[in-house]
T-cell receptor, first 112, second 114 residues
Framework: NAGVTQTPKFRILKIGQSMTLQCTQD?????MYWYRQDPGMGLKLIYY???????DKGEVPNGYNVSRSTTEDFPLRLELAAPSQTSVYFC???????????FGPGTRLLVL | AQSVTQLGSHVSVSEGALVLLRCNYS??????LFWYVQYPNQGLQLLLK??????LVKGINGFEAEFKKSETSFHLTKPSAHMSDAAEYFC????????????FGKGTKLTVNP
């Protein structure tokens, strides 16, 4: 099992550019999450999904969009990149909302 | 709603010394509690979890944690630190059987000195 995979590993964006961070899980989990991690701040939830076709905002959703057309995939879209979006982004999945989350290796994003 | 406080953003120990990372939680319902570890440039991986079966929980790499309801604590310990334990550790809480998602603490970075 690959678990949770994320692409790309690293990306540099110019201000105003857009990109999609990809996330795929092969564990048939219902719940999927996107977090951003900034130094000393822990993880902040951006968006989450409870199943295909259902998404909801987390703590810091501004500047991001998500979709969930299949159980396996949960892409995160940045429409107009800003320096404040420089961060490390983690995707995670779990079978139930309150249960163990399994994390991908992360995408490091630099916006200049 | 749940919340987590990790006391000490940085902890430094000598190799072979006791590791103690502190976590206090707030929850209005019986909680599930988790410790995750993040090695440099990697994602988070589960170290151990409390799901009400036993108050002393053993995890991977010799770590354990004890759930103390009266103190609302779930501190992580390891009797003898190894250089490979250097990492960032996150405590997280959720509500048993609920729809609440995991809430993470801000993390504690562990340094192990030779």
């Amino acid at each position: 099992n690959a678990g949770v995979t994320q692409t790309p590993k690293f990306r540099i964006l110019k201000i105003g550019q857009s990109m999609t961070l990809q996330c795929t899980q092969d564990m048939n989990h219902n719940y999927m999450y996107w977090y951003r991690q900034d130094p000393g701040m822990g993880l902040k939830l951006i968006y989450y999904s409870v199943g295909a076709g259902i998404t909801d905002k987390g703590e810091v959703p501004n500047g991001y969009n998500v979709s969930r057309s299949t159980t396996e995939d949960f892409p995160l879209r940045l429409e107009l990149a800003a320096p404040s979006q420089t961060s490390v982004y983690f995707c995670a999945s779990s079978q139930l909302a309150y249960e163990t989350q399994y994390f991908g290796p992360g995408t490091r994003l630099l916006v200049l | 709603a749940q919340s987590v406080t990790q006391l000490g953003s940085h902890v430094s120990v000598s190799e072979g010394a006791l590791v103690l990372l502190r976590c206090n939680y707030s929850s209005s319902v019986p909680p599930y509690l988790f410790w995750y570890v993040q090695y440099p440039n990697q994602g988070l991986q589960l170290l151990l979890k409390y799901t009400s079966a036993a108050t002393l929980v053993k995890g991977i790499n010799g770590f354990e944690a004890e759930f103390k309801k009266s103190e609302t604590s779930f501190h992580l310990t390891k009797p003898s630190a190894h250089m490979s334990d250097a990492a960032e550790y996150f405590c997280a809480v959720s509500a048993q059987g609920g729809s609440e998602k995991l809430v993470f603490g801000k993390g504690t970075k562990l340094t192990v000195n030779p």
